[in-house]
């Protein structure tokens, strides 16, 4: 132990998320992420030129994707990432995207909190908790985490995200988990130490977030959520975001404020962004491009008709 704090590179894919995106960069810093990695492919909100300034800033690494014969963006950006500094010099490594924020319940609330909870692990898994639309019909440019508190009841058994070691001999870097070589064993416990008791497909696990536990945003506004359809899944190419996937994660039978804990220093964090005029600027636009997509989606009969379907269903 060198008493430092621990190396930790978030790795994240985002298309059309400039509106959220500095939310989300302020957050993992004050959690102690010490390098970003952010893959983005085909936006037309200017988050290209977003995550261009924040390169000039020193703040992430910005690498331009596209899907290869071997699988989607996503699981693309995770292979290229293996070849950045950004992620090759990290000890940890956390995979999320821009509607997944870690709350870590223990300590000061730090990635180091998190790995200091779970001694011993090479994995440490994390449940996500769904958060609902609340009823929110309009997209609010207010931080996410303080709009949506509205969530599924304690989830019994929850996909899990992982923070985990960077080993040399990790075949890839996989959406929920690493992927170590064959033949090779990683230690594995859901934070806090619980052990890690395997679901179908290895994804499901008895929940606990007592410890930590991943806030999933799936859905936003109802308006921001046809933004989201209509630009695709990352991970899943082909499958619409339809009714299903709203009904699947509009969650709001509980409430949950955990992550409050990181407000006044997420909005320091975020005052210091944008105290950057240019970054200001930039991120400006990409909110004006969210609204002007909502209002050309809306004026679409089929769009209007699918968000009459989700209102008439919302709570």
């Known amino acids: 132990m060198t008493g430092l704090p621990p190396r930790v590179a978030v790795v994240t894919t985002m298309k059309n998320e400039g509106a959220f995106l500095l939310e989300w960069l302020a ?9 970003f990695y952010v893959a983005h492919n085909d936006c037309e909100d200017g988050q290209p030129e977003m995550l261009a300034r924040l390169a000039e800033m020193g703040l992430v690494r910005p690498h331009a994707t596209r899907a290869t014969e071997h699988g989607g963006i996503q699981r693309a950006a995770l292979r290229q990432a ?3 500094e ?13 509607d997944e924020f870690l709350v870590v319940k223990t300590g000061n609330g730090s990635f180091a909190a998190l ?6 692990a090479d994995v440490i898994g994390v449940n996500w908790r769904q958060f609902g639309s609340a009823g ?15 969530c599924e009841a304690p989830p019994r058994v929850a996909y899990v995200k992982s923070l985990f070691r960077r080993l040399p001999d990790m075949a890839r870097i996989g959406v929920h988990m690493p992927h170590p070589r064959e033949g090779v064993e990683m230690e594995r416990a859901i934070a806090g130490g619980a052990p890690w008791r395997k679901g179908r497909g290895g994804l499901i696990l008895k929940a606990d977030t007592r410890v930590a536990q991943v806030n999933h945003y799936a859905l936003r506004a109802r308006d ?4 989201k359809r209509d630009r695709g899944r990352v991970n899943h190419a082909g499958e619409d975001m339809g009714a299903d996937y709203w009904v699947r994660f509009e969650r709001n039978e509980a409430e949950d404020h955990a992550i409050a804990r990181y407000d006044a220093a997420v909005t320091a964090e975020l005052a210091a962004l944008r105290a950057d005029p240019e970054l200001a600027r930039l991120e400006a636009a990409a909110r ?14 089929d769009w209007a008709a699918f968000s009459a379907r989700l209102a008439a269903g919302a709570m």
């Open 27 to 35: 957050h993992y810093r004050v959690l102690g992420a010490t390098s």
């Open 224 to 227: 921001s959520f046809l933004v």
């Open 136 to 150: 929110i019909t309009e997209y609010d440019p207010a931080p996410v985490t303080r709009q949506f508190t509205r």
């Open 115 to 120: 790995i200091g909870a779970t001694p011993g």
């Open 86 to 98: 950004e992620v090759t010099q990290a000890e940890w490594i956390w995979v999320c995207d821009a």
């Open 82 to 84: 293996r070849w950045y």
């Open 288 to 301: 004006d491009w969210h609204r002007a997509r909502i209002a050309a989606l809306h004026a679409r009969p």
